[in-house]
């Protein structure tokens, strides 16, 4: 019944904002798609119904708003992220196919020594390195979410286990920090140098290494302690004998290096990293040098993450084009300059209202391209530094996530199964509050680079 009341609570939120008049600033394609977000947002964050259906929902509402096309509430579906996270599928399917996952769930297992506290460790202190191995966090995830899942298995822990929750929920949603350290580490961090413009890849990583690490240790340390405590150490497996590669593991890890090459000289070949992506998902899904059969694949791949990845970029996308975006952010973030006299207080403020914002925006890249030159006219309102407030925007945006459709790292964890929805909540408003500490903390580190809180950068 209460799932039934939920569904209810969204329809009438989408008819209520059909329902009222335009307004000044405020158009009926506006209020329809704020509707439709209010719809979405309500029935995701509770899951009254599958993810997969409120994505098919989302696609009809937005196709029957007024200026609104078929075509266009289809658009997230010709998106180059939703080809790019079907290559990443298919790598993280080979990977576990062709036996690579179980060959690092055995070295995970007997590194941790049979202690699951101890692998839980090991993984939150390797992400900021396999973040420079392997930049995406969506096809890191797709490479480490069997690997751990086998580790587990081997340690007897099933889906409900405290350590395979910490382990799911760090990789959804401490993992992506990593890559955000990085220039060219993902969708946050390009789309907010591009934003703020002027940025090397060493001045990038000068200034944001240390508030992500700060955010993944500091977030690793709370999930630990929300959580509880983790199953007992189990008695350590005798040390196999050194297997050689077989086969398939050795062609999954060509095919991996080299989609990684092509990843990294992209400012040579100027390809969409969906292309590489896709290029090994045919090689490893084609004889006779494939490693798995599209049967096996198809099984694997998630319909509901590829229909929830592409409405949540269309229903981006209808709230930028129709101002719905734009108002709501001057609604949220627009009072804050008159806090010009307390800029500790607008920046903690800033970061609330940035991830307010993010709830209805689910895109990285549309919420920072809507946020970041609002928090850059609120600064300069304020007489504080916009690119520092920028930074804080990109910050806020990236490491505050209350539900699993806000990004696709954390949704590709979250459809392992291993935690639920209120578990993301609890996390993302504990990181919220780190958020806003390790941003007050980082000042004096971004002052030491020449970036002071006060004044034009």
């Not at 989408?14 to 329809?32: K, M, S």
């Not at 993944?216 to 297997?243: D, K, N, Q």
Request: charged share 10%; aromatic share 6%.
């Amino acid at each position: 019944m209460r799932k039934e009341l939920w569904l209810l609570v969204a329809l009438l939120a989408y008819l209520g904002a059909r329902l009222v008049p335009a307004q000044a600033g405020l158009g009926l394609p506006a209020l329809a798609a704020l509707g439709v977000a209010a719809a979405g947002t309500i029935l995701w964050i509770t899951e009254a119904v599958a993810l997969g259906v409120t994505a098919l929902l989302v696609i009809v509402l937005l196709a029957i708003t007024p200026g609104m096309t078929l075509p266009a509430a289809l658009h997230g579906f010709t998106s180059e992220v939703a080809f790019f996270l079907i290559g990443a599928a298919a790598m993280g399917a080979a990977v576990e196919a062709s036996g690579l996952a179980q060959r690092a769930a055995r070295f995970l297992t007997l590194s941790a020594r049979g202690n699951p506290t101890r692998l839980y460790a090991q993984m939150i202190v390797s992400l900021p390195a396999l973040a420079f191995l392997v930049p995406s966090a969506i096809t890191r995830n797709a490479i480490l979410i069997p690997a751990y899942r086998e580790a587990l298995d081997g340690m007897g822990i099933d889906k409900g286990g405290r350590v395979g929750r910490a382990l799911m929920l760090a990789l959804g949603m401490l993992n992506p920090l990593a890559s955000s350290a990085l220039l060219t580490g993902g969708i946050a961090s390009i789309a907010a140098a591009t934003l703020l413009g002027g940025f090397s890849w060493l001045h990038w990583f000068g200034l944001m290494a240390v508030p992500y690490y700060a955010l993944i240790l500091l977030g690793g340390l709370y999930l630990r302690l929300m959580v509880g405590r983790f199953e007992p150490p189990v008695a350590a497996a005798a040390v196999p004998p050194a297997v050689p590669l077989s086969t398939a593991e050795t062609r999954t890890l060509v095919v991996l290096a080299l989609t990684a090459v092509l990843w990294l000289s992209d400012s040579w070949h100027h390809l969409s990293p969906a292309i590489p992506a896709l290029i090994a998902a045919i090689a490893l899904l084609c004889p006779p040098f494939g490693v798995l059969t599209w049967k096996v694949f198809e099984a694997k791949l998630s319909w509901s993450l590829i229909l929830t990845v592409g409405a949540s970029i269309s229903l981006a996308r209808a709230m930028t084009e129709s101002g719905a975006a734009a108002w709501l952010g001057e609604l949220l973030v627009g009072h804050l300059a008159g806090l010009s006299a307390a800029p500790l207080v607008l920046l903690a403020l800033l970061i609330v209202a940035v991830a307010v914002v993010h709830l209805a925006i689910t895109n990285l890249a549309a919420c920072m391209a809507l946020l970041i030159p609002i928090a850059i006219t609120i600064a300069t309102a304020a007489g504080l530094n916009p690119l520092l407030c920028g930074l804080v925007a990109t910050l806020a945006v990236d490491a505050v996530i209350l539900y699993p459709v806000q990004t696709v790292a954390n949704l590709l964890a979250y459809e392992s199964g291993y935690f639920a929805t209120a578990d993301v909540r609890r996390l993302g408003l504990g990181m919220l509050v780190l958020t806003i500490v390790v941003v007050m903390l980082v000042l004096p580190w971004w002052a030491l680079l020449s970036l002071p809180l006060a004044g034009a950068s």
